[in-house]
């Protein structure tokens, strides 16, 4: 898989892509595997603890990050697994900056008002994580 070329070794661009094509089908056929019980109940009981009180603060509460697993999260762990935690972050994070700045762009547009904004882009983020993109 590595030539030779005067002492160096270069990889063939080819087979990079066809491991990062291997490992993306490998994670989605994990999507459309049956559950088993155990991980069913182990998710069913991790699913309802959402919120929960910091002791000796009065007010303060953690929020727990709890995406669903959605038709684009075997290519999101994919991407994790080639990209890094902090690379797909950076990507992620980008991506919901310019969708957010497309939305604002829309409704200055139809003359939507700012509370109408912030609903579109709740709107949006909801469904993200139903598609599974904040797995």
């Known amino acids: 898989a590595l030539r ?3 002492g ?21 056929a994990q999507a459309f595997a049956p559950m088993t019980p155990v991980k069913a109940m182990s998710q069913a009981a991790a699913a309802p603890v959402a919120l929960r009180r910091v002791p000796n603060q009065r007010s ?9 697993f959605g038709i ?7 991407a994790k697994a080639v990209l890094g935690d902090k690379t797909l972050n950076k ?11 497309a939305i604002t ?3 200055v547009y ?3 008002s700012s509370y109408q ?4 882009i709740k709107k949006a983020k909801n469904n993200g994580d139903e598609l599974g993109f904040l797995v």
């Open 8 to 28: 160096s070794c270069v990889a063939y661009p080819t087979m990079l892509k066809t491991l990062v094509a291997v490992l993306t089908l490998c994670v989605s």
């Open 110 to 112: 139809v003359g939507a």
């Open 105 to 107: 762009e829309w409704t």
């Open 91 to 101: 990507l992620r994070g980008k991506g919901i900056s310019l969708h957010s700045q």
């Open 4 to 6: 030779s070329t005067r």
């Open 117 to 120: 904004r912030g609903m579109l």
């Open 60 to 68: 303060a509460l953690q929020m727990g990050n709890n995406a669903k």
């Open 72 to 78: 684009f999260s075997p290519a999101v762990v994919a």
